[in-house]
């Protein structure tokens, strides 16, 4: 997006870098009000899943889809991918001795991805539900 596009406040990147190879959440949003028959819409890249939170909060900006990106050795394949996702679970880790928290992202064909410590879903416990697609 070209910077003469950006509201003010907003930062506005051609790339970005991250050096491990974790996952990442594309988030397709639109703001809540239209103009003049428009609605702006934009992509996010999000690396945390409390950014999500603050998106799926606000007052201006309706998410309309989540896509959940992974690197090959969450994905179990040979290259990234993206997959659209369903809900977020939080829950913690039951073997660590520092209390350790651990996501499993759920995706609409129910195959579950583990990101934590361990990556198993069956060391998570006290898992609660921290953000459920609906749309």
């Known amino acids: 997006m070209p910077r003469s596009l950006a509201d003010h406040g907003d930062y506005v990147w051609s790339l970005a870098f991250k050096q491990l190879n974790l996952h990442w959440l594309h988030v397709a949003s639109r703001n809540r009000h239209e103009e003049d028959g428009y609605r702006e819409l934009r992509n996010l890249f999000l690396a945390h899943v409390e950014d999500l939170q603050a998106v799926q909060a606000s007052p201006v900006w309706e998410i309309t889809e989540v896509g959940l990106i992974t690197p ?64």
């Open 72 to 135: 090959s050795h969450i994905s179990e394949s040979e290259h990234w991918s993206m997959e659209q996702l369903k809900q977020i679970l939080l829950g913690i880790e039951s073997d660590i001795e520092h209390e350790q928290h651990g996501y499993m992202f759920v995706l609409t064909d129910d195959t579950r991805f583990v990101v934590s410590c361990r990556n198993q879903e069956d060391d998570l416990v006290d898992v609660v539900s921290v953000y459920d697609c609906r749309f």
